[in-house]
């Protein structure tokens, strides 16, 4: 039922779930563990705000620890939504030092690049929550499962070399709202 009541936030642009398929990068395995992230999109802040203060998120807390072992919420800063249209999606997680440019640009092989700086991060006692989790989130289309690999892989694309810790995770979308 978690979804069924986080579709009801007042204002809620877009809601996805993303299920982990696959770490597609071999680093170390205890830096970002996840399974799964969830995106839920506000027109701006104020109406997220105003969300986060509402009912729906009560409702939430109190459902949490019958669905996940831990949660970090991350905030985010403004993104271009993804359309949820075409290829593989990646999510990366990661650690950039503060001030140093880091951006996401379409280029060979992808079909959408985003970059969002975390502003804020929520942790709830009763679940466990990444010691110290990432400020940088990515979100990029490949054309293909091919590409997306062999892109992770090499690692040499200035999106990737500008975090200093990162896992990408190919994701299975759900869409809810």
């Known amino acids: 039922p978690h979804a069924e009541i986080a579709r009801h936030y007042p204002g ?10 696959r770490r597609l990068d071999t680093g170390p395995t205890d830096t970002f563990e996840i399974d799964g992230m969830a995106e839920l999109w506000f027109p701006d802040a104020q109406a997220m705000r105003l969300a986060t203060g509402s009912d729906v998120t009560r409702q939430l807390i109190e459902d949490e620890p ?3 072992d831990g949660i970090t919420g991350l905030i985010l800063g403004d993104a271009a939504m ?3 249209v075409g290829g593989v999606k990646v999510i990366v997680v990661g650690q950039h030092d503060p001030g140093a440019p ?15 700086s975390v502003a804020d991060v929520f942790r709830r ?3 466990w929550s990444i010691p110290e989790p990432p400020n940088t989130i990515v979100v990029v289309r490949f054309v293909d499962h091919e590409t997306a690999r062999s892109s992770i892989e090499a690692a040499d694309w200035p999106l990737l070399t500008a975090l200093r810790a990162w896992h ?3 994701v299975r979308e759900v869409r809810v709202v």
């Open 168 to 170: 990408a995770y190919e």
């Open 66 to 68: 019958r669905v996940f």
């Open 102 to 116: 880091i951006t996401a640009d379409v280029g060979k092989g992808l079909s959408y690049a985003s970059v969002a």
């Open 82 to 84: 993804d359309d949820g």
């Open 125 to 127: 006692d009763a679940l």
């Open 12 to 21: 809620l642009a877009k809601y996805t779930q993303n299920h982990v398929v």
